[in-house]
């Protein structure tokens, strides 16, 4: 399966921020800065949708290891780390200090992981960049890998929140042909595939609303604090598979 057509915009970007900064603000600039908040409330909201300790974890997307560097003290089982960039899933690799953990670079949109071997099967920030076909598949795939009454969990952009409009527009702003696809998801297209593949939604988390309990509270880079409650900024759609 071909990789999608933008990811040589995704090598450069890593390329040229390791050229111009130090490897760990290099690291987090390639997956969009926010390196401790947003893996924080990653792990917080798998936790809140039943994470536990024991799980095994496939990290589709993993990007520069926001989320494994969360993980690599509270799982002790398996965790997976899929990126198409391999200077990020590298870094990821030595972020997590776990060296029974595996990561590696993601071969189109299959995951090669056996059947029925995977608690959660988790895409952030990697629908909102793929086409509606590609998506899909992984579904597909991810179903597969995933363990009867095991979740998929996924962020996504819809045009039903009002604060994902500034993504719609920053994009018709920007003539580039190898720019960064930004999708957007429709519920409608949600409901559609769970029926066809078939798997049970869960939950869906509206992107404008703090639908994360924090433990403790999530510093950003910028120093806004939240507390109690929190949000990726993204709306969240949680499937599971049916036993």
């Known amino acids: 399966m071909k990789l999608p057509h933008f990811l040589s915009s995704y090598l450069k970007h890593s ?6 900064h130090d490897e760990s603000q290099a690291m987090s600039l390639a997956v969009g800065g926010d390196y401790e908040a947003v893996g924080r409330l990653e792990f917080e909201l798998l936790k809140h949708l039943g994470l536990q300790p024991d799980h095994s974890v496939v990290d589709v997307g993993c990007g520069s290891g926001r989320l494994a560097s969360q993980l690599s003290s509270y799982l002790t ?3 997976i780390g899929i990126d198409v960039v391999p200077e990020l899933f590298q870094y990821a690799e030595k972020r997590s200090g776990r060296d029974d953990w595996r990561f590696y670079a993601a071969p189109g949109t299959t995951i090669p992981e056996p059947d029925h071997s995977a608690d959660f099967v988790t895409f952030f920030s990697v629908f909102t960049h793929l086409q509606f076909e590609e998506s899909y598949r992984y579904l597909q ?18 045009f039903r929140m009002p604060s994902h409009w500034n993504i719609f527009e920053a994009s018709l702003g920007d003539p ?13 297209a949600l409901n559609a595939w ?13 992107g404008d609303s703090a639908y994360i309990p924090l433990s403790e509270p999530v510093v950003w880079d910028d120093g806004r604090v939240m507390e109690r409650m929190g949000s990726l900024g993204q709306s969240v759609c949680c499937m599971e598979h049916a036993a």
């Open 15 to 20: 390329k040229e921020l390791l050229d111009t």
């Open 194 to 206: 769970a029926a066809h593949i078939p798997l049970h939604i869960h939950q869906i988390l509206d």
């Open 176 to 188: 580039r042909v190898d720019k960064v696809l930004n999708q957007f998801m429709d519920r409608d």
């Open 77 to 79: 089982s398996s965790y």
């Open 141 to 158: 795939e991810a179903k597969r890998v995933l363990k009867p009454g095991g979740k998929i969990v996924f962020s996504f952009l819809e």
